[in-house]
């Protein structure tokens, strides 16, 4: 079963992958959690590239090659190879952050995202929860991380609105997959919701 984690920065679906991990190991469950950017060797060197530096050093279409040539080395020799292998895989981002942030930074892109995910990747998640987050409280966490990445942050809170405006409307197009939570409310609470859908669509 492939599990991915979406929202906007600072929505806490790090988090949430990363205690939803803990609950299926303590079940017995063999599971690889990754991330995207990156998650293999050559795809964390891409995210350097994409998320260090200027916010404004590569146009929106070269960020999406980047990020589906991150994707594809991520798909190829973690993913699929997992999946292959019978274990639980847990990313962090796929390629729904793909269609909202790229497809939302610039309008017309969704389409060329759209043709290059069916080229180059052509596979999309069982389990997707969208963690929702308030945009200002979102910006205000991603900023105190600190640390050198923070490319998208850098647009600001109106990016950042939009963004999940984008993530509302993605719950809708792939209702199927798609779950969203309420990520405005203790971390627990929020974990609880993640582990009993998760438990519901485990075979
Ligand atoms: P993270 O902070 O959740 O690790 O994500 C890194 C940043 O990269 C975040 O601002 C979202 C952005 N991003 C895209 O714009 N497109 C993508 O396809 C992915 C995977 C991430």
Redesign the pocket.
């Known amino acids: 079963m492939f599990i991915t984690f979406e929202?906007?920065?600072?929505?806490g679906?790090?988090t949430q992958a990363r205690l939803l991990v803990e609950r299926l190991r303590e079940a017995g469950r063999d599971v690889v959690l990754t991330?995207?950017?990156?998650g293999s060797p050559g795809a964390e060197e891409i995210?350097a590239l994409?998320?260090e530096g200027d916010p404004e050093r590569w146009s929106a279409e070269t960020?999406?090659l980047l990020?589906?040539a991150?994707?594809r080395d991520h798909l190829e020799r973690l993913i699929a190879p997992a999946l292959a292998a019978g274990k639980v895989v847990i990313s962090?981002?796929?390629?729904?952050?793909?269609?909202?942030?790229?497809g939302t930074?610039s309008g017309d892109l969704r389409e060329s995202v759209d043709a290059l995910h069916r080229l180059m990747i052509g596979r999309e998640p069982d389990l997707t929860f969208i963690i929702d987050m308030d945009p200002e409280a979102g910006l205000a966490r991603?900023r105190n991380?600190g640390g050198g990445?923070?490319?998208?942050?850098g647009f600001g809170a109106g990016l950042q609105a939009r963004?999940r405006a984008g993530f509302l409307a993605l719950a809708k197009e792939f209702p199927d997959r798609c779950v969203l939570v309420d990520g405005n409310r203790p971390i627990e609470d929020v974990a609880e919701d993640v582990a009993r859908l998760t438990r519901e669509r485990l075979p």
């Open positions: 929202g906007i920065d600072g929505s679906k790090t991330r995207e950017p990156g995210r994409l998320l960020e999406l990020f589906t991150a994707r962090d981002r796929f390629a729904d952050s793909t269609r909202v942030y790229q930074r991603a991380r990445e923070a490319r998208f942050e963004l």
